[in-house]
Structures are given as C-alpha cells and as structure tokens.
C-alpha cells in the first residue's frame, strides 16, 4: 500500500520561503506522476503544482507561477515543492497526492485524478 508523508511546513513571515517535503513508501515511485494541493480553511481543495513521473513535465496554478517549483529524485521516493516569496494566501494545509500512470509526461492537475494521498502539512504565512 502506497503511503505518503508530508514534511516541512510551519509558519514564516510574508516574502519568506519553505521547502515540502513528500516522503514515498509501497509502491514503484517512478510510475507515479505527482502533485501538490492545498486547502484553505472553509475552502475547497485545489492543485497547486503537479510533475510528470519522469520529472520532465510540470505543471502549476497561476497565482503560484514563478514563486513556487516542483521537484522530484526518484532515487529517494521524495517530491519537493520550493515556496518563495510566500504571502498571506498561500496560508493552507498542504497536501501530496500521487497517481500511478505508464504517460510518463502526464501532469494531473485535477483532486479526482489522484489516488493516494497523504495527511498533509500547515503552512501559515503571517503579514
């Protein structure tokens, strides 16, 4: 069974940066293309960045374009994602998601497509 284990958030000030970190276990990592979505509070869930399983491909939302950057090493099981610049509604919980695929260039970029999730991880940004 595929488990997934998010690391890295916490709270930083407006203009500051984190660095996720998602943790693969039980399954073949390289078959599985990757995301990032995050939840607001009374929010609905929604992608934030996405990367194909090879890691040539990805994929992000507008309002994080040019501050944040997904990452993978296949040879650790591990998916990154990079936020700088960080602002006040980037303030969420954030989760990896993963679905097993044989497109190797396919980004998901929708909840429904991913199959396993994991817990997910607070960022809050204070102004």
């Known amino acids: 069974q595929v488990q997934l284990v998010e690391s890295g958030g916490g709270l930083v000030q407006a203009g500051g940066s984190l660095r996720l970190s998602c943790a693969v276990s039980g399954g073949t990592f390289y078959l599985y293309a990757m995301g990032w979505f995050r939840q607001a509070s009374g929010k609905e869930r929604e992608f934030v960045a996405g990367?194909?399983?090879?890691?040539?491909?990805?994929n992000y939302r507008d309002s994080v374009k040019g501050r944040f950057t997904i990452s993978r090493l296949n040879a650790k099981n591990a998916v990154y994602l990079q936020m700088n610049s960080l602002k006040p509604e980037d303030t969420a919980v954030y989760y990896c998601?993963?679905?097993?695929?044989?497109?190797?260039?396919?980004?998901?970029?929708?909840?429904?497509?991913?199959?396993?999730w994991g817990q997910g991880t607070q960022v809050t940004v204070s102004s």
């Open positions: 990367i194909s399983s090879s890691g040539g491909t990805t």
């Open positions: 998601a993963g679905v097993r695929t044989f497109i190797n260039r396919q980004v998901f970029t929708s909840r429904d497509q991913y199959s396993n």
